[in-house]
């Protein structure tokens, strides 16, 4: 372990304030607190100083180069000035003025799986990070040092973790990933001043549990971060693929609750209530995607919502209070299923599940969507979602066997693209075109009518929400992650990762007469 440590007066006297978990039910504008920004989910920040009249004046206002050679996959969040950026094994605290450098943490060399990473998440004075063997760090945020590092689950057996934990009050949540092998899916909740583990919730149960629920299935990760609604007091989190994988005949049934989102107890790690998006998934269709929460009127009446485009190819809009479906529909290209059943859930066609000869499934293995986060903005109605319409050939033959992938795939053709979803009606309002495959970028909206995402080439797009329409880009790399912004000593910062590099733009400030 390794922390680089650079005096900054300001900058320390900051971070030392710390972030009270309670900041979290109302985050103020000069921040962005947790991965998602609130607990909603939305992604919509209130900040307009940047406006469709004039982000075509914006200007880069600092950058800030990893030196690593991952793309930047997090979420940066910020709190009293300071932003937290993450790789895997890496962890930044930077002046979020000017990007200078107040520490750098590196976690010790692992044999962990360095997929990428989705970011940190903060308690009091204590900034967390989970790292590619599955452990958990907690960091003091004034400079760096580790206070306690305890293990998530057992990296030997194949999980691994990217996840952005999640505080809820004195709990903080973290999920796993590790569908290379057959292991059951599990949420923990730990302490956030000892680690000591409070509660695990098990999607899919572990070895030797009585009344297998699941029809012998494993899987089921939860290795996006969820949601929370303070008032109903429960976490929304989506689950991932059953394993193994593409061989659905050694794992009968609907297989819950893979390729779900379910509804959990932060306090107790109770299961309230779960939705099947894939019942019997046999194409790596995660239900990983965000659980986004809107309060709004539904057919005529004022509903508590849950939104999910999810990886499958389906739009989903469930009530959150008890999980019942009130529109399924396709937002992407999907030819997979038979009929939607009255629960609202696609049902598989047996003619698309994988076979020895192959089938031509809609969407391939990277899905209608995945792990790029969605945004939804209020006052249109639509949930902007970096979609895909693809193509793959899917196999499976009694010799692949029943561990781990248990078959394989290959992508035909894909074609990325933002989509703008009415969440009352499922119809898409406008596409806006990506390019060739799928897009890494999340979306990020404004109160000023503005839409943050990036393209499947190296640039990131400011776009009209009303319409799509593209009104600025910027050519950064690739851009890996969700953009955040934040409003500083009245300057209003947009801040993206493209490649291995963040960037932070900003209107030209005004020189004095």
């Not at 900058?11 to 985050?27: E, R, S, T, V």
């Not at 750098?104 to 790292?131: C, D, K």
């Not at 192959?358 to 903005?377: H, I, K, Q, W």
Request: aromatic share 10%; with cysteine; glycine share 12%.
């Amino acid at each position: 372990m390794m922390t680089r440590f650079l005096a900054v007066a300001s900058c320390a006297a900051a971070i030392a304030q710390g972030l009270d978990p309670a900041a979290l039910l109302k985050p103020s504008t000069d921040s962005w607190p947790t991965y998602h920004g609130d607990y909603s989910g939305q992604r919509h920040s209130t900040l307009t100083q940047i406006t469709p009249a004039n982000v075509g004046q914006l200007t880069l206002a600092w950058a800030f180069q990893t030196g690593q050679p991952q793309q930047i996959k997090s979420t940066p969040i910020v709190v009293n000035g300071i932003l937290y950026v993450t790789t895997p094994d890496n962890l930044w605290a930077l002046d979020a003025r000017s990007a200078r450098q107040v520490w750098h943490y590196t976690y010790p060399t692992n044999q962990g799986f360095h997929i990428g990473h989705r970011g940190a998440a903060i308690y009091r004075e204590s900034v967390y990070l989970t790292t590619p063997d599955a452990h958990l760090v907690a960091l003091d945020a004034k400079d760096g040092r580790v206070k306690w590092d305890v293990v998530i689950a057992d990296a030997r057996k194949g999980y691994w973790s990217t996840n952005a934990p999640l505080v809820i009050r004195d709990h903080l949540i973290v999920g796993v990933s590790g569908d290379f092998d057959n292991l059951p899916g599990f949420l923990k909740s730990f302490d956030p001043e000892s680690g000591k583990t409070q509660w695990t919730f098990y999607s899919t149960p572990p070895p030797g549990t009585d009344g297998d629920f699941s029809g012998g299935a494993t899987g089921g990760q939860m290795w996006m971060t969820g949601t929370y609604d303070p008032l109903l007091n429960l976490v929304y989190v989506g689950t991932g693929n059953p394993t193994p994988t593409l061989n659905g005949p050694a794992r009968p049934g609907d297989n819950p609750w893979t390729g779900s989102i379910v509804a959990i107890d932060p306090d107790s790690g109770k299961l309230e209530w779960g939705f099947q998006a894939s019942p019997h998934d046999t194409h790596d269709w995660d239900a990983a995607e965000v659980p986004v929460l809107v309060d709004g009127n539904f057919n005529g009446a004022p509903r508590k919502l849950l939104l999910q485009a999810s990886r499958n190819g389906y739009f989903f809009v469930l009530d959150r209070t008890n999980g019942k479906s009130l529109l399924t529909k396709p937002f992407a290209a999907a030819n997979w299923a038979s009929h939607i059943d009255k629960a609202g859930r696609p049902i598989p066609n047996p003619a698309k599940e994988p076979a020895r000869d192959g089938r031509l499934v809609a969407p391939n293995e990277a899905g209608g969507t995945n792990y790029r986060s969605p945004s939804f903005d209020a006052k249109t109605g639509f949930l902007i979602v970096s979609a895909q319409d693809g193509y793959g050939i899917y196999f499976f033959k009694p010799e692949h066997g029943a561990y781990g992938w248990a078959g394989a795939d290959y992508g035909v053709w894909g074609r990325a693209v933002l989509r703008a979803i009415d969440y009352r009606t499922g119809e898409i309002a406008w596409n806006h075109d990506l390019g060739d495959g799928d897009s890494s970028a999340g979306v990020l909206t404004t109160d000023s009518g503005l839409t943050f995402t990036g393209d499947s080439a190296s640039s990131v797009l400011a776009l009209r929400t009303s319409d799509g329409a593209t009104l600025w880009h910027s050519g950064i790399g690739r851009v890996g992650n969700s953009p955040v912004t934040y409003e500083l000593d009245g300057r209003q910062y947009l801040v993206v990762g493209g490649g291995s590099a963040l960037y932070a733009f900003a209107l030209p400030t005004r020189n004095p007469a």
